[in-house]
Structures are given as C-alpha cells and as structure tokens.
C-alpha cells in the first residue's frame, strides 16, 4: 500500500505511534478537566448560586464528553504499544476520526494511518513486542 519498511523501522515507528496515542489523547483529557475547573470557578467567583449550577453543569458535560472522547485514544495507544491485534485495529479506527480534526489531529490520523497500514504491519501485531519475541527466540 505505501513503502515499505523493514522490520525494525516499523516497530521504531509503532512505539512512536503508540506514544504519540496515549500522550495526545491525555492531553484531550486533561484539557477536559481544565475547561470543567474554569467554568466552576467563573461560576463561583460571579457570586450567583443559578450562575454556578449553570457553569458547572457545563463543565462536568465539556469534560465528560473530552474524557469519552479520549478513551478509545488512550486504548488504542496502549494496544499499538502491546502490539496486540485488536490495539491496530481500533487504532486505525481512531486515526480515520480524528483526520476530522484539523490540524493537529489530521497530521496525527495520516502518520497512524501510514505506519498501521504498511503491508509488513499485521505480522508485528501478534502480542508480543519485538523485545518479548527477541527473548523467546534467543530462548528456543
């Protein structure tokens, strides 16, 4: 499908990518918490009860709907890094929505995309990461 890579730069890419997941996508999270405790403390410092209730309530939305929206990201990312089957596959679902978000999610989704979809990359996703199976086959 796109050039190909050796075995070791695939597996270099995978941990980069996996990273790349877990780290941006708890990055979304935080924000989420960030937006909750902004919106609260605008809503206390107006000194209006209805103003708070209004704010917070806003804010536990914001930052429930950034958290959910992290998840699958998080999840993803550590599957990549396990190098486990089901890791590439909701992180090639996971690349293909967040190409919707332009700029930064859209550079992040075509870079998962390139390197999960390389035609060596299904054989790397069997659960063991390339240590793991270095140790097995110096073992047998």
């Known amino acids: 499908m796109f050039t190909n890579m ?22 979304l999270a935080l924000i989420g918490g960030l937006i909750f405790l902004l919106l609260t403390g605008i809503g206390a410092a107006s000194g209006e009860a209805e103003a708070l209730a209004v704010l917070s309530v806003v804010g536990i939305f914001v930052a429930g709907l950034m958290l959910v929206l992290a998840l699958p990201g998080i999840a993803a990312g550590y599957g ?29 989704g075509l ?11 299904p054989e790397l996703f069997n659960g063991t990461t390339p240590t793991q199976a270095a140790t097995t086959e110096k073992q047998t």
């Open 6 to 27: 050796n075995r070791e730069q695939l597996a270099q890419h995978i941990t980069i990518l996996g990273w790349l997941l877990v780290v941006s996508n708890l990055i």
């Open 80 to 108: 990549v890094l396990r190098h486990a089957n089901w890791g590439r596959i909701l992180a090639i679902v996971v690349a293909i929505l967040s190409l919707l978000c332009f700029p930064i999610g859209t550079l992040v």
């Open 111 to 121: 870079y998962a995309l390139w390197v999960l979809l390389q035609e060596s990359a």
